[in-house]
């Protein structure tokens, strides 16, 4: 080999190494998501939630919105903005406005398609013809569903295919729709079967085993965008054998792109508990699910779309099986997006951005940011608390539990560390609680955070009531440690030198 080969050869190595760190670096940016990428609410009818929908920015950069189809086509093919001789208002429009304005603000949108219209049939699931055991008895939801990805996903379709009056398509707000609500739902009779469930999801998917006509021109949701994600509809329990029949009766194809469920840490009876309670919390909940989910659908992210606690007690007592106290409330949420991120979730909703009924005892009703109409949609403890908690970690990525459940004296320690690459801070969240506790206590614990190198700055912050800032105070280090007093309130340690840790 002569001496120029050898140095061509060299020059050759050296440019591959340079181009997979590239490479590398380029795909850990693509992946590597911020934390307001993760947190999420759950909203009602666009033209109600555009009211607080500004300060709800403040607190989240994604919600779940329920879409009700019998709101947008109370008659066949005739949809609101086409149909203006139906009503005054033009929902249509208005949820258009509510689209825009989440775009200025920066919140996206997953779009939850609810309900049914009164022509399709009287019955709760909404299949259309036939006993639901095949894809076609759903073929009237499929179109619709269809229609609304045409309309806000990415891609432009032919004005032909269309049936809104104003023929507009491919707007590019929504990538991510779900294609209905608990079809698993246990407290009523009726329930969706796996097998009807399973065909409906074949349909909606990609509009498989259906042809399209002039009557119903756009079926499927990959088919009207292959940009746009299918989220399967909540489980409302979570129940692996239901899933996995879905999958059987789909001949082992998969019909969406992402699982989803539900899950409130309560028992459905009386008490709510906190979302680290070792029986009714998060871990205990998902421990065999999340098993059966990377043995079954590895590679499939799962996103929790709904939990929350109620803040409603009347005067003599009585509250909701999801109550807590707005104080337990908003330490709960905080907790449990930090929770649900550590288990692995991709996503996760609270449940919902504005309370029902502020004065009402009836579970969820009170689950709230704000407090409903009749209270002027006044922020609760928990908006504050959250809107912290954005504007502290929002453009932080989170990298991994330093410290989880670690046993000091009868209660335990959670660290979580956040960084920002760019700016070399670090952020750690800590909390405690007391062991084998059912909820908040007022608990706290002494703590020191061993660091390796000196601290150009470090400070604590805690969230506070009307203050979407919190509450600052230095922290200064006692040699290698710095000492802080844990509460059952998330407190943020921002530590300025990225190798400090």
């Keep these: 080999m002569t001496v120029e080969l050898m140095n061509r050869l060299k020059r050759l190595t050296i440019t591959l190494v340079f181009l997979i760190a590239y ?28 009211q607080y929908l500004t300060d709800l920015s403040n607190c989240v950069k994604w919600v779940r919105e329920y879409h009700a189809w ?11 903005g086409a149909d203006t001789t139906s009503r005054k208002d033009d929902v249509w429009a208005r949820h258009y406005e509510f689209m825009e304005t989440g775009r200025e603000l920066g919140v996206q949108v997953l779009l939850d ?40 996903g990415s891609t432009k379709i032919d004005t032909s295919l269309l049936e809104t009056e104003d023929k507009i398509s491919g707007l590019g707000y929504i990538k991510y729709f779900e294609d209905y609500n608990e079809p698993n739902y246990w407290w009523k009779v009726s329930a969706w079967s ?37 989220v ?29 469920v539900h899950m409130y840490c309560s028992d459905h009876k009386e008490y709510s508990f906190s979302p680290e309670n070792e029986e009714h919390g998060f871990e205990a909940f998902f421990r065999e699910y999340l098993k059966w989910k ?36 908003a330490n709960y949420l905080l907790r449990s997006f930090l929770i649900l991120k ?35 949609r006044k922020e609760k403890l928990s908006y504050y608390y959250l809107a912290t908690f954005q504007n502290i970690l929002g453009d932080f990525v989170y990298e991994k539990a330093l410290t989880y459940r670690e046993k000091h004296g009868g209660n335990e320690v959670f660290n979580v560390k956040f960084t920002d690459h760019s700016s070399g801070k670090n952020v750690l969240v800590l909390w405690t609680r007391k ?23 470090a400070y604590l912050i805690k969230p506070a009531y009307i203050d979407i800032d919190g509450d600052t105070t230095l922290v200064n280090p006692h040699g290698s440690n710095l000492g802080v007093v844990l509460t059952e309130t998330p407190q943020f340690l921002v530590i300025e030198n990225a190798n400090s840790l």
Excluded at 243 to 252: D, F
């Design 113 to 152: 398609v609810l309900n049914r219209p009164d022509w399709v049939n009287d019955e709760h699931i909404p299949k259309n013809t036939g006993d639901g055991s095949k894809s076609s008895d759903y073929i009237e939801r499929i179109e619709f569903v269809s229609q609304l990805v045409a309309r806000y």
């Design 23 to 50: 490479v590398s670096q380029v795909i850990s940016q693509e992946y590597e998501e911020t934390f307001s990428q993760f947190m999420g609410a759950n909203t009602y009818l666009g033209e109600y939630n555009k």
């Design 435 to 457: 062991i084998e506790s059912v909820h908040d206590s007022g608990v706290k614990t002494e703590y020191q955070i061993e660091v390796q190198k000196e601290i150009c700055n």
């Design 194 to 230: 796996a097998a009807g469930y399973a065909q409906y999801c074949i349909g909606v998917h990609a509009g498989s085993g259906l042809q399209t006509t002039n009557e119903y021109p756009l079926l499927g949701i990959k088919s009207v965008d292959s940009n746009a994600m299918h």
């Design 342 to 376: 550590h288990l692995g979730f991709e996503k996760a909703f609270m449940y919902m951005a504005g309370d029902t009924d502020s004065k009402e005892i009836l579970q969820y009703a009170t689950c709230g940011l704000f407090m409903d109409k009749k209270n002027k």
């Design 294 to 329: 990377n043995r079954v659908l590895l590679n499939m992210p799962v996103w929790l779309t709904e939990f929350g606690w109620d803040t409603y007690k009347n005067e003599d007592g009585q509250h909701s099986y999801a109550y807590a106290t707005p104080e337990s409330q």
């Design 70 to 80: 019998s709101h947008f086509e109370k008659k066949n093919d005739r949809y609101f």
């Design 232 to 260: 399967m509809a909540a489980m409302a329990a979570i129940d692996t054998v239901y899933i996995s029949e879905v999958l059987k009766a789909c001949n082992e194809q998969i019909p969406f792109d992402i699982l989803n």
